[in-house]
């Protein structure tokens, strides 16, 4: 699970010509959902957007208070769109939780945030619909915020487990060759320096 979250002076939603929801400070949080998602990525991304300390405290000292300790207000709005995969130069959302499973997953991740906070402060956008999304950025503050057991794109995953391979293969093996000779030459140089592996030899070592 992806989310954008922006520290907001007030941001709006409207669909058509119709206004359907607004806040005046406080965050505004853009929310994607990956067909791989659980109830464990929903709870952090909650606890996140709700511990945050994104704002300054009643003396001005900055990222000391939450959107809670301050009693501001949170909107959010489901985006798919955070679940792009590029081809090239074409978006690819197959990562993206299909819609019909989507809705009813969004809507408990909207429960949740009000039942652990003051549900009136809880607003949010119009899932699936065309939507302008008027955002005045505090700051700008904005965070990217990714659930730890959120999905990886299959071909990056690939790749990292290729890398991970490729440093325990370097890990087995012993020094190399040529790392071989070059202490041996180093040694021949001079046969009373140290390695600095035995730790420090200099003459001026307290007894």
Known sequence: MRAII???TKATVTVGEEEISSI??????????????TQKDADYI?????NL????????????KSVVDRDFEVLCVSQFTLQCVLKANKP????AMPAELAQPFYNSILENMRSSYKPELIKDGRF???MQVHIQNDGPVTIDLTSPTGPSDP???????KQQQRKEKTRSKGPSESSREKGAARSKR??????????????DREP
């Open 6 to 8: 922006q520290r907001v």
């Open 24 to 37: 005046g400070r406080g965050l505004c949080v853009l929310l994607g959902v990956s067909v791989e998602d």
């Open 46 to 50: 909650v606890r996140k957007i709700l």
């Open 53 to 64: 300390r994104l704002f300054e405290d009643e003396g001005g000292r900055a990222w000391t």
């Open 92 to 95: 690819d959302f197959h990562l």
């Open 128 to 130: 699936g619909a065309y």
């Open 155 to 161: 071909k990056q995953l690939s790749k990292q487990e």
């Open 190 to 203: 001079d046969p009373n320096a140290s390695s600095g592996a035995d730790g420090d030899v200099s003459s």
